[in-house]
């Protein structure tokens, strides 16, 4: 390989690795969505649901975590989660209400407040701590997952997003750095998902 060739292969990874820092939010998207959609709705409750509900089931899931995605990248891009993706993910949880009813409507309006009132009351209290749209993200996500789900998920995604914030100011970032936390929300009910799912599944 020439000279220039190789400066051509190492400029290009630079701008693939540029490209990923810069949309990390979609490190775990599409993909995990489909992988989400299988494992929980094939095997989370596999004894007692109709094939034909696993296949609807399989695919809220699936649309859910897209715009979950998208939310994300967004708000890696530019610190907003728009109002539309929100709506977007609380009727697809009210599509999913009759059919996942392994999550009761109770547990599902639990889930709608569990995290995203705390969130406010911290926001008011501290100004800058949440943006309005990550908590009428996850009040919507609550809707959709109901209270166990989604309050894990909230755990998994504070604690990945303080290890971030830790490399942050490592690298000499400052205090005051905007965390986009969307994609640490999105990750963390990726992750809570699979745990959720494989501890029933194994019994």
Same mark, same amino acid.
Request: include cysteine; charged fraction near 15%; hydrophobic fraction near 50%.
């Given at each position: 390989?020439?000279?220039?060739?190789?400066?051509?292969?190492?400029?290009?990874?630079?701008?693939?690795?540029?490209?990923? =820092?810069?949309?990390?939010?979609?490190?775990?998207?599409?993909?995990?969505?489909?992988?989400?959609?299988?494992?929980?709705?094939?095997?989370? #409750?596999?004894?007692? &649901?109709?094939?034909?509900?696993?296949?609807?089931?399989? =695919?809220?899931?699936?649309?859910? *975590? @897209?715009?979950?995605?998208? %939310?994300?990248?967004? #708000?890696?891009?530019? @610190?907003? =989660?728009?109002?539309?993706?929100?709506?977007?993910?609380?009727?697809?949880?009210?599509?999913? %209400?009759?059919?996942?009813?392994? =999550?009761?409507?109770?547990?599902?309006?639990?889930?709608?407040?569990?995290?995203?009132?705390?969130?406010?009351?911290?926001?008011?209290?501290?100004?800058?701590?949440?943006? /309005?749209? #990550?908590?009428?993200?996850?009040? %919507?996500?609550?809707?959709?997952?109901?209270?166990?789900?989604?309050?894990?998920?909230?755990?998994?995604?504070?604690?990945?997003?303080?290890?971030? /914030?830790?490399?942050?100011?490592?690298?000499?970032?400052?205090?005051?750095?905007?965390?986009?936390?969307?994609?640490?929300?999105?990750?963390?009910?990726?992750?809570?998902? *699979?745990?959720? %799912?494989?501890? &029933?599944?194994?019994?």
């Amino acid at each position: 390989m020439s000279i220039a060739s190789k400066r051509n292969v190492r400029q290009n990874r630079k701008k693939v690795l540029k490209w990923l =820092i810069k949309n990390k939010a979609v490190l775990p998207g599409e993909g995990a969505a489909l992988l989400c959609a299988f494992f929980y709705s094939f095997i989370y #409750d596999q004894n007692r &649901v109709p094939f034909s509900k696993k296949i609807v089931a399989a =695919i809220l899931i699936a649309l859910f *975590f @897209h715009v979950v995605n998208l %939310a994300a990248r967004s #708000d890696s891009s530019c @610190h907003k =989660i728009p109002n539309q993706y929100c709506c977007a993910i609380a009727l697809l949880a009210f599509a999913a %209400a009759p059919v996942m009813t392994e =999550i009761s409507i109770g547990e599902r309006v639990a889930g709608g407040g569990i995290v995203s009132v705390p969130m406010l009351m911290l926001s008011l209290g501290k100004k800058g701590s949440f943006g /309005g749209g #990550d908590i009428k993200f996850m009040g %919507a996500c609550g809707l959709f997952w109901g209270f166990e789900i989604i309050w894990k998920s909230f755990v998994f995604s504070v604690i990945m997003a303080a290890f971030y /914030g830790i490399w942050l100011l490592s690298q000499g970032k400052t205090k005051n750095t905007l965390i986009p936390i969307g994609v640490f929300l999105q990750t963390g009910m990726i992750l809570e998902v *699979f745990l959720f %799912a494989w501890s &029933v599944w194994k019994g």
